[in-house]
């Protein structure tokens, strides 16, 4: 039997339709596979939310603990290096002076000074950053072996290297560190931690503040508030204070510490320097945005770092970046 052309072209297309619909059929039923899949991409911790313990800022990693013990007289002045340090202390010294004891993680700068020696009221202080790096040029004879002996990684000028005079000073105010030297020497130094600090944005109330001043027996320091800056600009004994760089010195955040203040046990030149107590609790004054706000702090134990709250019992929030802190004479001091 002859079969016309019309039919076969018709059977052909019935045929081609057929195949069709199956094709169309098995890619929509069958499992569908693919690739299996990378691994996720890796957030950058600075994306990722970590952020200093010590500024609030964003960091990319959390940095090795660099503490120094820096001249504050005005032979001393002006310091190398403060102007990157996290966290700036003012301590009180013999004669109603005051040292710098300066913090260093997120940013270390080349080199830093002038390095002056420790006192007892340090090691108290240095215990809630873990085990820090801690460099220093010296201390009295018997304190010494104590400091050493602390919890921290032993950067003591007289055993470590990295130290050197300058020429554009006298001694004793001349004695730098160049930091990439001594922190190939601080293997197991601690990592940046919580020492209680917390960031934020500005709570509701605070006194309308333009400067704030506060003494000790022989200095005398103001914190004024720059809008355009930002910050608080730091004057001493009167005159405006600036890092080497010319850069006034000043942050975000300045916290008046008022703490007990008595004598150290070991003698200094003739005489027992003040020993101002970081572990207990007491009033503060947080300066932050133009404002002063008035908050209690508490540190119960001297591992542990300081809980500083606002009347209705809520942490008080520093303004991100450089923070100061101001140990002050507080009730009962005797020093």
């Not at 609030?56 to 503490?67: A, K």
């Not at 130094?189 to 309308?208: E, K, M, Q």
Request: charged content about 15%; overall charge positive; glycine content about 12%.
């Amino acid at each position: 039997m002859r079969i016309s052309r019309r039919a076969l072209a018709a059977s052909g297309i019935a045929a081609a339709a057929l195949i069709v619909v199956v094709i169309v059929v098995v890619l929509v039923t069958r499992p569908r596979t693919s690739k299996p899949p990378g691994p996720a991409p890796t957030a950058s911790p600075s994306t990722a939310g970590l952020t200093s313990p010590f500024t609030g800022e964003p960091v990319s990693r959390l940095g090795p603990e660099l503490i120094f013990k820096i001249d504050n007289v005005p032979q001393a002045r002006p310091p190398t290096g403060l102007g990157a340090a996290d966290i700036v202390y003012l301590i009180p010294v013999e004669g109603g002076l005051s040292r710098i004891m300066a913090v260093f993680s997120a940013h270390i700068p080349p080199v830093v000074g002038p390095v002056r020696s420790a006192r007892e009221d340090d090691i108290e202080l240095l215990r809630q950053f873990g085990r820090p790096a801690f460099a220093f040029s010296g201390a009295q004879p018997r304190l010494l072996p104590v400091v050493e002996h602390a919890r921290i990684v032993d950067l003591y000028s007289g055993v470590t290297r990295g130290y050197f005079r300058s020429s554009a000073r006298i001694a004793p105010y001349n004695l730098y560190a160049r930091t990439a030297t001594l922190l190939a020497q601080a293997k197991g130094a601690s990592t940046a931690r919580d020492i209680g600090f917390r960031f934020g944005p500005r709570p509701a109330g605070g006194t309308p503040t333009g400067a704030f001043r506060i003494s000790y027996p022989a200095a005398g320091f103001a914190f004024t508030w720059s809008a355009g800056q930002h910050r608080w600009l730091v004057t001493m004994d009167g005159k405006a204070a600036a890092a080497a760089s010319g850069r006034r010195l000043g942050g975000p955040t300045v916290v008046i510490q008022y703490v007990k203040v008595s004598t150290s046990g070991f003698l200094e030149q003739g005489r027992r320097p003040p020993y101002a107590q970081t572990v207990g609790s007491g009033r503060a004054v947080v300066l932050r945005d133009g404002r002063a706000y008035q908050v209690h702090w508490s540190r119960p134990a001297a591992d542990g770092g300081t809980a500083f709250t606002l009347p209705d019992g809520t942490r008080m929030p520093f303004a991100r970046g450089q923070v100061w802190v101001v140990l002050a004479y507080g009730p009962g001091s005797t020093g």
